[in-house]
T-cell receptor, first 114, second 112 residues
Framework: GAVVSQHPSRVICKSGTSVKIECRSL??????MFWYRQFPKQSLMLMAT?????????EQGVEKDKFLINHASLTLSTLTVTSAHPEDSSFYIC??????????FGSGTRLTVV | GENVEQHPSTLSVQEGDSAVIKCTYS??????FPWYKQELGKRPQLIID?????GEKKDQRIAVTLNKTAKHFSLHITETQPEDSAVYFC???????????FGKGTTLSVSS
């Protein structure tokens, strides 16, 4: 079945630095990738929709200059958290829709900003 | 945009009892309704899904029902077991490859 590989699984960074998270579709072409953020004991909140070769679409309240999304190829989408602060600490997870109706999720990235 | 409401937020049952989790959605164009089980720090795991052209779907102890007119769908777990204890999320999506929108989740606890 469809597999999305997400890296890194865990990252600790200092406040003010930037962190890049990668999601790669391994056996299918993902023209669209979705990025979610999940705070402890909360639901998955859609941050943005990443489209190959075009600008990402951000949800209301998500700062596009802080959460940079690049989808330069049919198999790779990246999320860069710029100038990270402790309040950005969260679980970030990507998802892609395959050829059938199903959605495939990456394994998630636990970001801790200290 | 789509809004998905999920109830209850917590549910405690005795082993062997049934558990029901309900969700409502706002976008009448939504046509795909999956249910996920999520362990802490892990990706959501699909347990069952239903499309808008179907009213009910069953897979062993798990079933999902969909009422398009009322815009709500429900997860039914029968003969619950302690290993069913987890956080469950409902979700909905529109056609044409749009994102899944999730409910707030239900923490199910099954005590033996």
């Amino acid at each position: 079945g469809a597999v999305v590989s997400q890296h890194p699984s865990r990252v600790i960074c200092k406040s003010g630095t930037s962190v890049k998270i990668e999601c790669r579709s391994l056996d299918f072409q993902a023209t669209t990738m979705f990025w979610y953020r999940q705070f402890p004991k909360q639901s998955l909140m859609l941050m943005a929709t990443s489209n190959e070769g075009s600008k990402a679409t951000y949800e209301q309240g998500v700062e596009k200059d802080k959460f940079l999304i690049n989808h330069a190829s049919l198999t790779l989408s990246t999320l860069t958290v710029t100038s990270a602060h402790p309040e950005d600490s969260s679980f970030y997870i990507c998802s892609a829709r395959g050829q059938d109706w199903g959605y495939t999720f990456g394994s998630g990235t636990r970001l801790t900003v200290v | 945009g789509e809004n998905v409401e999920q109830h209850p937020s917590t549910l405690s049952v005795q082993e062997g009892d049934s558990a029901v989790i309900k969700c409502t959605y706002s976008d009448s164009a939504s046509n795909y309704f999956p249910w996920y089980k999520q362990e802490l720090g892990k990706r959501p795991q699909l347990i069952i899904d239903i499309r808008s052209n179907v009213g009910e779907k069953k897979d062993q102890r798990i079933a999902v029902t969909l009422n398009k007119t009322a815009k709500h769908f429900s997860l039914h777990i029968t003969e619950t077991q302690p290993e069913d204890s987890a956080v469950y999320f409902c979700a909905a999506s529109r056609p044409a490859g749009t994102a899944l929108i999730f409910g707030k989740g239900t923490t199910l606890s099954v005590s033996s």
